[in-house]
């Protein structure tokens, strides 16, 4: 049978990602951007439109990450007042659960819930990072070993909220007693048109995976190739049998960037610009230092990467995802170059990408969907270089091709997020 795409859009934030330097960029704050950017998503029919989070200005070297300084909104406040401006899309936030408290969140994640008429999803992250947790008045920090029993917890305790009332309307105290939550009283916010917020996560790591395969209604993840989402998705799927879970239960939804071209060499040139927009000499040096955890100000962005190993653990950037063991990454970038010949910025470049489908608007939905088809992936969240505008060729040149396709929709079919997803409402368990 053949498989139907899902679609979502990812805002471009501040990030690598986005080309700050192209004339048709525009604010990061300005609700105009995140209007425009949700309209084209409802617009080409997408399931729902994802906001990241940020919590704390990142350093590097002890100064303001630059990207930084264009700001990082709040992204439920935001949500919010898209729903007003939309009728069909979902709207996701990424809300962490380490410096976050699940009745004050399912609180906020319902009335979104209410106010969209059902199209809610939480993207659950966590963190380690104590860095972060300054911002906050208990400081925030867990273990490592900690971060996900606690996001376990959470959101399975956010969960005996939102059934703290029945779908008939009516109120029942809750009380949970765990390792990290002790609370009891009323929910102040009635069952929702969806019966819980989808919940999203985030995640490559072995924990990560176990985490989405036991709670997760979406998985937003990061592969660099076909082989390679094929492997993960087989992977995550196998663990849901294990918690009474069904194949469909869950979705898999890896961030993808898109270049179109009227014929494959101009898409290919397209994206090699973009690609060295994105990684500006400053920006190689930088990206080099998070891997060897020292200053390389003197080293050249056209020359040969270090001879030397990185320094593990050096705290030289603050407030980013670990990149995990940077020896070996520094092995791997260090084998790459030699193979092709790199300096630092183009080994970034060609190391630093993630899957791309570029080409003419026919060869990239035909990529697309055979990517879906052979089980890589249950659909895919676009993450355009360009605010707000950088869906628009998508949602107008590939979308129609998807649908003639017989892949995609020609047209919402329900009114809640769950059923854009194909997900079944949660049994209420009272």
Known sequence: MTKQIHLAAHFPGVNNTTVWADPRSKSQIAFSSFEHLARTAERGLFDFFFLAEGLRLREHKGRVHDLDVVGRPESLTVLNALAAVTERLGLAATVNATFNEPYDLARRLATLDHLSGGRAAWNVVTSSDAFTGENFRRGGFLDRADRYTRAAEFVATARELWDSWTP????????????????????????????????????????????????????????????????????????????????????????????????????????????????????????????????????????????????????????????????????????????????????????????????????????????????????????????????????????????ERGVFRTEYEGTTLRSHLGLAEPAWKG
């Open 168 to 403: 008939e309307g009516v109120s029942r105290p809750f009380a949970h007693r765990g390792r990290h939550f002790d609370i009891a009283g009323e929910f102040t916010v009635p069952r929702s048109p969806q019966g819980h917020p989808v919940v999203i996560q985030a995640g490559d790591s072995d924990e990560g995976r176990e985490f989405a395969a036991a709670t997760a209604d979406v998985i937003f993840t990061r592969q660099s190739s076909l082989e390679a989402g094929k492997a993960f998705y087989a992977d995550v799927k196998k663990r849901l049998a294990k918690y009474g879970r069904a194949h469909g239960d869950l979705k898999i939804l890896p961030g993808v960037s898109v270049v179109l071209g009227d014929t494959a060499a101009d898409a290919r040139e397209k994206a090699a610009e973009i690609r060295r927009q994105q990684t500006s000499p400053q920006t190689a040096l930088l990206t080099l230092e998070q891997i060897w955890g020292t200053d390389l100000s003197a080293y050249d962005p056209d020359g040969p990467l270090p001879d030397f190993d990185p320094v593990p653990e050096s705290g030289i950037t603050q407030g980013r995802t670990r990149r995990g063991d940077t020896v070996a990454i520094a092995e791997k970038w260090r084998a790459l170059a030699e193979e092709k010949g790199l300096s630092i910025r183009e080994t970034v470049i060609e190391a630093g990408g993630r899957q791309s489908f570029v080409g003419t608007p026919q060869a990239v939905a035909a990529e697309l969907d055979a990517f879906v088809q052979a089980d890589a992936a249950d659909g895919f969240i676009l993450v355009p270089h360009l605010t707000p505008g950088g869906l628009d060729d998508f949602v107008d040149r590939v979308v129609p091709l998807l649908q």
